[in-house]
């Protein structure tokens, strides 16, 4: 093992949608773990539309980034060193770390997983926080209840596939929207969505007033822009929308403006929450704990889009803004060691 490694920096701020001019990559030292401290190798990175937002400057739910710091996300990683009693070299763990081959950290910034009751990378998916993304924000604020139709924009992407997932588990007619044939294939043959839309190349209201004839009961808006303007006046009374993104306007540079909301909300008594995972935190146990079972007894499933080698993280992430990834996105950087 070399002294030093690859790191990934925000080399300055975007202007509209990123590019490799963002980012630096920029040679550092590995470091040695102090007492209660272990020096763990990047297994898996996870990349999210999330973290376009902590790119600005700006006050947000989670602070931005500085321009010349290490851009970080939920990473797996393999122990390689330990100077920690509750950590020993070969386990496998989960953190919020930085986009770099190596990372030392204090042993309560990481927490074991089980890779072989699922595979690592399950656990930045439909096991970690886009599958508790989806269980919260559904099950909290939308709360489907049988024979209600439920709609789902970014359908395809890590949390839209888990949202329509549970929604048929509840009873739900589910409706999701994505923007490939493949994507909207994959969501009727595979995950067993009701209805599909490929809202790139229907016309979206029309498309949706087709999938919904009894109108829209729960939105789990993902998107934002055009997509969520169409939804809005199919809402039935009493409608819930869980607003977990709004991947649609990242990268504008001009403020967003479309048809106001307030009528629709007023004439149907209609609850529109945002919300972030963070909000229940307190809860993740619950949560995974249910997506687990779920997935041990075959009623989940998922996707994953893996990017593989560090160099093409970049990759990755831009790929997020183009549509490219089916499920979650992830980079694998190196091999679990058995």
């Known amino acids: 093992m070399g002294m030093t490694q690859q790191t990934i920096q925000l080399g300055r701020r975007p202007k ?24 763990v190798r990047t297994v898996y990175i996870s990349v999210d539309p999330y973290l376009r937002g902590r ?66 990378s399950a656990y930045l998916s439909v096991l970690g926080m886009t599958g508790l993304t989806a269980y919260f924000g559904l099950l909290d604020i939308g709360k489907p209840k049988e024979g209600e139709t439920v709609v789902v924009s970014g359908a395809a992407g890590a949390v839209g596939s888990v949202v329509g997932q549970i929604a048929k588990l ?29 809202y790139k190349t229907e016309d979206i209201a029309q498309a949706l007033k087709d999938a919904c004839p009894d109108g829209i009961d729960v939105y789990f808006e993902n ?22 993104g709004a991947i649609s306007s990242y990268n504008n540079t001009e403020p967003d403006l479309g048809p106001r909301v307030q009528g629709y909300l ?5 609850l529109m929450q945002g919300f972030t995972v963070g909000n229940y935190s307190s809860r993740f146990k619950e949560g995974a704990e249910a997506l687990a079972g779920w997935l ?30 089916t ?8 091999e679990i060691q058995e």
């Not at 509840?170 to 294939?185: F, H, N, P």
């Not at 499920?327 to 190196?334: P, T």
């Open 16 to 39: 509209g949608t990123p590019t490799y001019e963002d980012f630096n990559f920029v040679e550092a030292p590995i470091g040695s773990p102090d007492k209660g401290e272990v020096l």
């Open 55 to 120: 790119m600005n400057e700006g006050k947000s739910y989670i602070p931005p980034f500085e321009v010349g710091e290490v851009i970080s996300s939920a990473v797996i990683a393999q122990v390689e060193k330990s100077n920690s009693d509750r950590f020993s070299e070969g386990d496998v763990v989960i953190g919020s770390l930085g986009w770099q081959e190596y990372s030392v950290v204090k042993d309560n910034e990481v927490r074991k997983v089980d890779h072989h009751q699922a595979p690592a």
């Open 170 to 198: 509840k009873g739900a007619r589910v409706v999701g929207i994505a923007g490939s044939d493949e994507k909207t294939s994959y969501l009727k043959d595979t995950l067993g969505f009701d209805a599909t839309i490929n």
């Open 223 to 244: 998107v934002g822009g055009e997509v969520g303007d169409a939804v809005f006046p199919l809402l039935n009374n009493f409608a819930r929308i869980p607003v977990c």
């Open 266 to 270: 007023i004439k149907t008594s209609s």
């Open 296 to 325: 041990s007894e075959g009623k989940l499933t998922y996707e994953e889009t893996i990017t593989e080698g560090f160099d093409h993280t970049i990759d990755a992430f831009l790929d997020l803004f183009k549509g490219a990834n």
């Open 327 to 334: 499920g979650k996105a992830v980079v694998k950087v190196s």
